[in-house]
């Protein structure tokens, strides 16, 4: 990748991050640790693989995206907002009453939210829906869904990649977060679902590894998503929860608790802002 890109990509990540510390902090509650581990996905979605536009959040030719780990919100609001759909500003009144941000994504309110999610395992069977859609009328749109590691244990998620594989979605691309936590503790403790990519080369899924934090990786992981025909794809990135902020970093107590104002000071000084 070229070197200009990169920087671009990374200093848009720690824009996303200082946005995900600012939000969970002013609201006193949220996911920041999964919202993290996300960041740098967001980065090269938003700002390389996607067909979007800022200025018309409805396109109808624009590709989709499905959070549906919808409780690291404030990674999508971030990128979202960094990325110039709504102001950046707006990120501190993330959870307050009278927001349009809400904890979950909300796509009757929130500019360039395509699907209003939350309850863990529905949105890959979402993005299903979408990417079919795009099948029927002919349309050339891809659909893009970032799913949790933990939330793979869900049964709705297997009932959707039987789905996407039985209908030949090769418009479609699942980001796993393997991040080996969740709110319980590490995934292999609670309901170990490994291997993922054996599980779903089993269920006919074209299956890529990629490292979450490395352009890159992330480049040919995309690259070779949209090479495949016949087929829906799954990246699974390995990410590191709680990235970029040292005392948040493989950290499950992180998973959903906002930093007091030592701790939101100590992470803004180490993504280079001053509080």
């Known amino acids: ?41 967001f980065s090269y979605l938003y700002n390389v693989e996607m067909n979007i536009d800022p200025k018309d959040p409805k396109m109808e030719n624009r590709d989709r995206f499905v959070l549906s780990k919808g409780h690291t919100a404030p990674a999508l609001y971030s990128t979202l907002a960094n990325r110039g759909f709504f102001p ?17 994504p909300d ?23 979408l990417a079919l859609g795009a099948k029927l009328k002919g349309a050339d749109y891809r659909v893009y869904a970032i799913m949790g590691d933990g939330e793979s244990e869900e049964g709705e998620c297997w009932e959707a990649a039987m789905f996407a594989a039985h209908y030949k979605l090769d418009n479609l691309c699942v980001i796993l977060d393997s991040n ?7 995934i292999a403790d609670v309901i170990g679902p490994a291997p993922h990519d054996e599980k779903y080369r089993a269920f006919g899924w074209n299956v890529i590894d990629a490292d979450a934090h490395d ?61």
């Open 107 to 129: 796509m009757k309110h929130i500019p360039g939210v395509d699907m209003s999610s939350g309850s863990l395992g529905q949105g890959v069977a979402v993005a299903n829906g």
């Open 215 to 275: 352009f890159d990786s992330l480049e040919k992981a995309f690259a070779a998503a949209r090479a495949c025909k016949g087929k829906p794809s799954i990246i699974i990135a390995h990410s590191l929860k709680g990235k970029g902020v040292s005392f948040m970093e493989g950290s499950v107590g992180w998973h959903g608790k906002a930093p007091n104002e030592d701790e939101y000071k100590q992470a803004l000084a180490e993504l280079g802002v001053n509080a």
């Open 1 to 41: 990748m070229d070197q200009q890109l990169k920087a671009k990509l990374g200093e848009f990540a720690r824009q996303v991050r200082i946005g995900i510390i600012e939000s969970t902090f002013q609201a006193k509650s949220g996911h920041p640790g999964g919202s993290l581990s996300i960041a740098d996905i």
């Open 88 to 104: 950046v500003e707006d990120l501190k009144t993330l959870r307050k009453t009278d927001s349009y941000l809400q904890g979950h």
């Open 180 to 186: 080996g936590l969740q709110i319980d503790g590490p």
